[in-house]
């Protein structure tokens, strides 16, 4: 075994490619969608190195043209996740054995290879699967993937060098990190590739073994970061992909003893019943399980009276309409004080006005289809429902169609209340809800937006007023775990913005921070004796 104190690379991140027009990336990128659209592909599952095909195939078709039809997914059932625990725990031994710079490695020659030979095709995937444009696959499955892996790695070196800071004469204090005893399943959802690479690999980076389940509508990407992964060098049963039904995966992980932990990135609801299921289960486990989760967000942006008007604008048509707003920290709702709101609502009209909505193959369209014909449906009974209430106004967008995409028009809606059922309930789509507050009103306003929402993920002041800046970050310092001054209220970056909200929106572990992998491990304290008392008797137990 190599003898060492190992430093690990320093992390940058990942430089965003522009994409512009002539461009060799842009080029690139074509050729990748391309050859992507040029042939159905056949996705196995991937248990203990094995690929798996069960022959039950399912469609990959992208959500903005779901007609067409990019490969087939076979898909699994309770069988198939009892492989995956048993080929998991089978790989535990030597995985956990293997020393920390082996797997760091692996991990560093992952984030290359998406960086440099798998770029495009992840993009590609992305786009297609996800129906991202190409900026926003960019900055998701190129960059923060990337940056999730090689940052993780420095956060693990340095969780490693962390031991006792005194050691008295005579005696050794020193710590341990292990893996988890057991396996660790990931449940990741459809609206970040990088999501759904960093779940499974930060647990497996701290010598985890991983059982991994992607969202059916994020199975074209996930099966590319299963070949980088292999191309990297993860061992078999390192990480293992199944394409199951939830609650069947669910059945048979929950009661398992060796359950350790769960990476969980999705809806609230379902968070709250794991965790009650595991709850239900506890008396079952070797260990008490790890229960880490990112959910659900009612995001707001609140401006306030001496905010600049464009740079509100931008902030509000960004945060709330990049990728058809299906981001955990997209702005739904915000509040805009009634001296600026005839020339804000001009502005964000102009702006939204202005986009254009399509396929992801043209370059020039902003807008992209929301993710499947459920969440359109959703979307559109909102829509349908304020186009005739009184208490709300739609003044851009408002309608949708799903006969070739499914298309969502960027709507926009006033309400005449800030309790108005989109002001409060998650609708995770391109659908944005602003409330005019009186601009007296301010501090109340503070009290509305703290009190709204059961979520607390991500909210955003713009403002050029200190006091109001400050003033709003401290009122509402317990409702967002991402807090943005004079910017959209997402776009988190690792390694700067850690991710995670309380609240409704999870445990706040901070994806892209030291915080998330210590989650991942069980410390052991050392202590060692060199010269140990040989008589039990202590000095004040001397007769005078």
């Not at 609230?268 to 990112?294: D, M």
């Amino acid at each position: 075994m190599l003898k060492g104190f190992f430093k690990v690379p320093e992390p940058v991140n990942e430089p965003v490619l522009s994409y512009g027009a002539g461009s060799r990336e842009r080029e690139l990128l074509r050729g990748a969608l391309e050859s992507a659209l040029s042939a159905e592909i056949d996705i196995p599952m991937y248990i203990g190195g094995e690929e798996v095909r069960t022959g039950r195939k399912f469609a990959v078709r992208p959500p903005h043209r779901h007609g067409d039809v990019l490969g087939y997914y076979h898909y699994g059932d309770k069988s198939h996740v009892e492989a995956a625990i048993a080929a998991a725990l089978s790989a535990k031994a030597a995985w956990e054995d293997l020393a920390w710079e082996q797997r760091a490695a692996i991990f560093l020659r992952a984030a290359d290879l998406i960086a440099g030979p798998y770029r495009y095709k992840l993009n590609a995937a992305t786009m297609l699967g996800q129906s991202k444009n190409a900026y926003q696959a960019e900055i998701d499955s190129a960059c923060e993937i990337v940056d999730f892996l090689r940052f993780n790695v420095k956060y693990m070196a340095e969780i490693y060098s962390q031991q006792p800071p005194v050691s008295p004469r005579g005696n050794w204090n020193r710590v341990e990190q292990r893996p988890l005893e057991g396996f660790v399943f990931a449940l990741t959802p459809f609206n970040f590739t990088a999501i759904a690479g960093n779940l499974p690999t930060s647990a497996a980076m701290m010598g985890n073994v991983v059982v991994w389940k992607p969202a059916n509508t994020q199975v074209y990407s996930a099966h590319v970061l299963m070949e980088v992964f292999r191309e990297a060098g993860v061992p078999a049963g390192v990480i293992n992909l199944v394409f199951v039904d939830g609650p069947e995966a669910g059945d048979v992980i929950f009661k398992h003893p060796d359950f350790a932990g769960i990476h969980f990135t999705g809806s609230t609801a379902v968070f709250q019943n794991i965790w009650k299921t595991i709850g239900e289960n506890i008396h079952r486990y070797r260990s008490y399980p790890r229960i880490v989760g990112e959910t659900g967000g009612k995001d707001f942006i609140l401006v306030h009276a001496s905010a600049d008007v464009k740079a509100a604008s931008t902030a509000i048509v960004r945060g709330a309409f990049e990728y058809q707003g299906q981001k955990c920290s997209a702005a739904s709702r915000v509040y805009i004080p009634s001296s600026l709101w005839p020339a804000l609502k001009a502005q964000i009209i102009k702006d939204v006005s202005s986009f254009k909505v399509g396929p992801v193959e043209d370059f020039g369209n902003f807008i992209n289809a929301v993710i499947d014909e459920k969440s359109f449906d959703k979307l559109a009974k909102y829509i349908d429902a304020a186009q005739s209430d009184p208490d709300a106004e739609i003044i851009v967008g408002g309608t949708y169609d799903k006969s070739e995409g499914y298309y969502i028009q960027p709507t926009v809606i006033v309400a005449q209340r800030p309790d108005y059922v989109t002001m409060c309930e998650e609708l995770f789509g391109p659908v944005l809800t602003v409330y005019v507050y009186e601009d007296e009103k301010w501090k109340e306003t503070l009290d509305v937006i703290d009190s709204t929402s059961i979520y607390a993920l991500t909210g955003a002041v713009i403002a050029r007023d200190r006091y109001a800046i400050g003033e709003a970050t401290q009122a509402l310092r317990h409702a967002a775990g991402n807090f943005y001054i004079n910017d959209k209220c997402t776009g988190a970056v690792v390694g700067q913005q850690p991710f995670g909200g309380a609240r409704g929106s999870g445990t706040n572990d901070k994806a892209g921070s030291m915080i998330n992998l210590l989650r991942w491990v069980s410390p052991r304290t050392i202590k060692e004796t060199f010269d140990p008392p040989t008589d039990y008797k202590y000095p004040f137990l001397e007769q005078e």
